[in-house]
C-alpha cells in the first residue's frame, strides 16, 4: 500500500473511531446531534426566475438521488413528502415572484429529528438583492466517505451546485447535525466546536447572509471562492501560488470560481495526531475576506448557551496563526527569527531556535523579556550580541 494511501486508510479509521463521540441522544434514547459532511454555499440573484429553474433542479437531483431517504418537504408548512406534492411545491417555486422570499426543504426527519439527508433552501428576495445573498445548505452522512469512490461522489456533487447556482462563496465539510428547532441544542454544538475545530458551526445558514455578503466563513474541507472574492485576493495565479507549498491542498474550478480542497479526506481535529496544516494553510490565504466577528449562534441568550460573540470571534480564528509568547532572558529561544527588549533601546538581534535568551548588563536583577518581531527571511549565523548583552556568567 502506498504512503498516501495508507494516510487516507488511517484518516478514515480516525473518523469510525470518532463519528460516536459526536452522536448525543436524549435520555429518552433520541437523537439530538450527529456527525455529517454538510455543503453551504451562498449564491445572488435567488429572487430571478432563471436562479429559480436552478435551485429547482438541484432540489430534483437530490429527491432522485436520495428518494428513498427523504420522507419530509417543508414549503409554507410541513408535510409527508410524495411525487405529487414535490412536483407542485417545485413548480410554486419556479413561478414565485421576485420579491416572494422562499423557504424550500425536502428531508429525512422533520423539525425535531435529527436529518442526515436534507437540502435546504432561503432567497434573498429582490428588495433585499443588492446587501443579502440567498443560501442553499446539503446535508449528508458522512458515512458516505467510506464508500468506494464517496469522497469523489460528494466533490462531484458541491461542484454540480457551485456551477447551477453560480456561488458567490461557501464551504463544504464535515459538521454537527442538529434537528431544525436548533436553539436548544446549541450548548452541545459549541462544546463539540470547541473540542473538533475540523467541525464547521452552521445550524442555521440564512441567520448568516447578511454579515456573509462580502465575506465568507473560512476554511473548511472544501472552501468556495467565487471570482469576486479570487480577485480580491490578487487572482487565481496570487491564490495558487500562495498555497503551491502545500501537497494537500487541491483545486479545482467551477463555471464562476474556485475550489479548493484541503486534503483527501476531512479532519476532526480532536486527536493530537491529526495533521490540519492544509486548513491552517487555506485559512492563512483567505484570512482577509473571511468574516472576522458576529454571533454563529444568535438565538443562544433565549436559551441561555452557545457561541456568544466572543467565543465565536474566537471559532473564526481558530486557525490562525498564535502570537509567539515573550520569552524570559535565561529561558531557550521558541522561534527562528528577529526578538527584542524594552530594556535595552534599540535592540532587534536575530535568534537560533534552541539558544539562549541573553540577559542585559546593568539590569540589576530585574526579569528581562525578549519580544518577538518577525521571523527571518533566511536564517544565517547568530547576530554578535551589543556590548550592553552579558551572558549568565558576565551577569553574576
Known amino acids: 500500500m502506498s504512503g498516501k494511501a495508507s494516510a487516507r486508510v488511517n484518516q478514515l479509521n480516525r473518523l469510525i473511531k470518532q463519528a460516536p463521540r459526536l452522536a448525543i441522544n436524549s435520555a429518552e434514547g433520541v437523537p439530538l446531534v450527529r456527525l455529517g459532511l454538510i455543503t453551504t454555499l451562498y449564491f445572488r440573484n435567488g429572487h430571478t426566475e432563471d436562479v429559480k429553474w436552478r435551485i429547482a433542479e438541484c432540489f430534483s437531483r437530490f429527491r432522485r438521488t436520495f428518494k428513498h431517504e427523504l420522507n419530509w418537504q417543508f414549503y409554507r408548512k410541513p408535510l409527508r413528502l410524495n411525487d405529487a406534492n414535490f412536483g407542485y411545491r417545485r413548480t410554486l417555486v419556479r413561478t414565485s415572484g421576485p420579491e416572494e422570499q422562499l423557504t424550500w426543504e425536502i428531508s429525512s426527519g422533520n423539525v425535531q429529528q435529527v436529518a442526515e439527508h436534507r437540502m435546504f433552501l432561503m432567497n434573498a428576495h429582490e428588495n433585499l438583492a443588492d446587501i443579502d445573498c440567498s443560501c442553499l445548505k446539503m446535508v449528508l452522512p458522512w458515512s458516505i466517505l467510506l464508500s468506494p469512490g464517496g469522497p469523489r461522489r460528494y466533490e462531484d456533487w458541491l461542484t454540480y451546485l457551485c456551477d447551477k447556482l453560480n456561488a458567490d462563496h461557501g464551504f463544504g465539510g464535515l459538521g454537527c447535525i442538529l434537528p431544525n428547532d436548533c436553539q436548544k441544542h446549541f450548548p452541545l454544538e459549541q462544546k463539540l466546536a470547541q473540542r473538533y475545530v475540523g467541525l464547521m458551526v452552521d445550524p442555521m445558514p440564512q441567520i448568516e447572509s447578511l454579515r456573509l455578503f462580502n465575506h465568507i466563513k473560512g476554511a473548511s474541507w472544501f472552501t468556495v471562492l467565487g471570482q469576486r ?3 480580491r485576493l490578487g487572482g487565481n495565479d496570487a491564490v495558487r501560488g500562495q498555497l503551491s507549498g502545500c501537497r494537500d491542498v487541491v483545486f479545482r474550478t467551477y463555471d464562476d470560481g474556485l475550489i479548493i480542497r484541503a486534503g483527501t479526506l476531512p479532519v476532526l481535529g480532536g486527536d493530537a495526531q491529526e495533521n490540519m496544516a492544509a486548513y491552517v ?43 509567539i509568547a515573550p520569552i524570559f532572558a535565561g529561558q531557550v529561544c521558541t522561534h527562528d527569527g528577529y526578538w527584542f527588549t524594552s530594556s535595552m533601546a534599540g535592540s532587534q538581534y536575530m535568534f537560533r531556535k534552541g539558544e539562549m535568551m541573553p540577559k542585559i548588563k546593568g539590569s540589576r536583577g530585574k526579569p528581562i523579556q525578549w519580544f518577538w518581531v518577525k521571523a527571518a527571511d533566511r536564517v544565517g549565523p547568530t547576530l554578535e550580541y551589543a556590548p550592553s548583552c552579558a551572558t549568565d556568567h558576565d551577569e553574576e
Request: hydrophobic residues 35%; contains cysteine; proline residues 7%.
Open 281 to 323: 494553510e487555506v485559512n492563512r490565504v483567505i484570512k482577509p475576506i473571511r468574516v472576522q466577528s458576529g454571533c454563529l449562534h444568535p438565538y443562544q441568550a433565549v436559551g441561555g448557551g452557545g457561541f456568544c460573540e466572543v467565543s465565536s470571534a474566537l471559532w473564526y480564528a481558530r486557525f490562525d496563526e498564535k502570537p
Open 229 to 231: 472574492f479570487v480577485k
